[in-house]
C-alpha cells in the first residue's frame, strides 16, 4: 500500500500489517489493529504527533467520540483534553479531500457542542488552525 508522506515535522514508528488484501494500522489509543484508510492514515499522525512530540498522555486523547448535532449523531475524529476538558478539536479528512470554508464551518459547528478553545482541520497536507475567542474564530499558523 502506497501511503502519501504527510506534512509533519516528525516521523512516526507505525505499527503496519497487512491481511490478505487489507491493511491496519495500529491505534495505540484505543490499544487495537484499524482498517487503514487514508483517513485513519492521517488521524494516527495526531494521536503520535500529540502523544510522541507533545508528551501528552494516552488517557488525554478521544477518538470517534459521539456527538449529537441538531439531533444528528455525528462522530468526532479527536478530542484533546485537559483534566477531561476538550481543549482542542482535531478533524481529519483524507489527503486527497481539500479543506475549504464548508469543511472549516462543518467543524466549528461540531465544536458549538463540545466547547473546545482550538480547532485543528486537517487532511495530513494541510493544516488549518483556529482560536475561539469566545466569538469568532482566529485563524493562526500551525506546523505540525
Not at 27 to 43: C, G, H, I, N, S
Not at 93 to 98: L, S
Not at 121 to 131: E, M, R, T, V
Request: hydrophobic residues 40%.
Amino acid at each position: 500500500m502506497q501511503l502519501p508522506k504527510l506534512n509533519f515535522e516528525d516521523r512516526f514508528d507505525f505499527q503496519i500489517r497487512r491481511d490478505k488484501d487489507k491493511f491496519f494500522i495500529y491505534d495505540l489509543v484505543r490499544k487495537a489493529w484499524l482498517q487503514l484508510t487514508p483517513e485513519e492514515w492521517v488521524r494516527q499522525h495526531w494521536v503520535h504527533f500529540y502523544h510522541i512530540k507533545q508528551g501528552r498522555n494516552l488517557s488525554s486523547l478521544i477518538l470517534e467520540k459521539k456527538l449529537i448535532l441538531n439531533g444528528t449523531t455525528k462522530r468526532i475524529d479527536l478530542i484533546v483534553t485537559e483534566k477531561t476538558v476538550p481543549v482542542i478539536l482535531v478533524e481529519c479528512k483524507a489527503p486527497h479531500i481539500k479543506l475549504s470554508e464548508k469543511t472549516f464551518e462543518q467543524t466549528a459547528r461540531y465544536n458549538s457542542v463540545l466547547g473546545a478553545g482550538e480547532i485543528i482541520l486537517s487532511n495530513g497536507l494541510q493544516h488549518i488552525f483556529a482560536k475561539f475567542n469566545g466569538e469568532q474564530y482566529a485563524f493562526l499558523p500551525f506546523e505540525a
